[in-house]
């Protein structure tokens, strides 16, 4: 891991202080970031800055006894240069015994950990000259096209130094870069308008793909002109593109430490995650190692140094997602919590699982996240297609509803992959049947 390229007085007092506390730990965690921002109204530059900030998040602990039992009072904050260190401390340290949690182990100094790429050099030492680079692929994808005009556009080229002190003697310390795009594209088609939003983030420039992006929301703002409310009723789903961000959260989220800690995880160490599957079998890791992946780290938020892991295979699940706290309540190995997500990929093509019958072929949701407990879903259409013999019929509005604990016994995965901001797994997944309420 490379050291910080920025030091500051201010670690160096802040922590001295909380060695000089009594304290039964603490943990500072120093992020240094500097964001060049560009903002466009059309073709025009609205705005042009750079935004600097230096923060400590720190936590401290005290030794409490609770009804004949010890455990850790917690006090957490957010410093800045130039505070009261020693004020905030005092203040710190009488709240910690109003939050008390069960004793764990902050990661100690010897672990080793993964020397990562995370720093596209342009982007940190020229970061203007990528924002201009930008704009001009924001341009460029939209030019020629009478119909389509790029309304609004933000980017963001942002540099993160991270260093992480904590008592036991650990210090570590990467830095990242990371490059945020949102744009606005207006279609016009026989006096109609229609609007067409993006977001995207990437770690390195040349992984942004911006104007590919943009040529294809294009296509998705002509397409809702015209798109219509589609039919209620049953339907086999494929999920694609946007929707894949979400898809698989409940399934993480009962993997998690904490669900299992706090008692509500329906997961249990070598048992099958989903019951009686008719289907592909589901094997999901968390890849912090992950080459594109924006949530590619060597190490979680307290230290932990992490590795890639598998924790349902062939739906079976393996081990709980559980960062240092979590791990040693549950007497198990610590393995962080989930950075990339990977899937696995399934058998058949993506054109076979989607020409099979009357489908309908989902790609954007105003909003679609899976109750993390029940596994739930449901979510309004924003771009969808509804897909009959091969021809694919522009479809919005109407709220897909389902369950996906029951949808993924029949779960069929695309063998084609796709790369996403942090998910890298089959291109299309589809269930055998949701509900749709349309017109």
Partial sequence: MAASETQDNSLEELTGLLRSADLYGWEVRRVQETSDQLYLIFDQVESLRRV??????????????????????????????????AADLAQAREKAPLAVNPIFQLPGPEQPYQDLNLVDPILRNEPRQVLWQVRHDLNQAVSGAADIHLASAEVYANYR????????????????????TQFALLAAVAGREA????????????????????????????ENVTASLPPGGQYPVVFGEEALDALFNHLVAHAGGQA?????????????????????LLTLSSDPWLPGGVNSRPCDDRGLALHPV?????????????????????????????????????????????????????????TLEPNPVTGAISGEIRTGYLVREGDAVPIKGGAISG??????????????????????????VRFEEMHLAGA
């Fill in 195 to 222: 609007e067409s939003l993006g977001w995207r983030r990437a770690g390195f420039y040349q992984d942004l793909h911006i104007g590919e992006m943009v040529r294809r929301y294009s296509r998705y703002a002509r």
């Fill in 260 to 280: 299992a800690f706090q008692g509500w995880s329906r997961f249990t160490v070598g048992e099958p995650v989903i019951n009686n599957p008719q289907g592909d």
């Fill in 310 to 366: 598998t924790f349902i295979s062939e739906n079976v699940f393996q081990q709980p997602l559980a960062d240092r706290r979590y791990a040693d309540y549950l007497s198990v190995q610590p393995t962080g919590g989930l950075t990339n997500l990977k899937v696995a990929p399934g058998r058949a093509t993506l054109a076979e699982i989607l020409h099979t019958g009357t489908v309908l072929h989902l790609l954007r949701f105003s």
């Fill in 52 to 85: 600097e900030s230096l923060k400590y998040a720190v936590t401290l602990y005290l030794l409490v006894e609770k009804d004949g039992r010890p455990w850790l009072g917690e006090s957490a904050w957010t410093a800045n240069p130039g505070d009261d260190f």
């Fill in 161 to 180: 130094e991270i260093d992480i002190v904590n008592h036991k003697g650990l210090r570590g310390a990467y830095a990242q870069t990371e490059l945020q």
């Fill in 403 to 428: 369950h996906l604990d029951e949808a993924f016994r029949y779960v069929t995965l695309s063998r084609e992959l796709e790369q996403r901001e942090t998910y890298l797994g089959p291109a299309g």
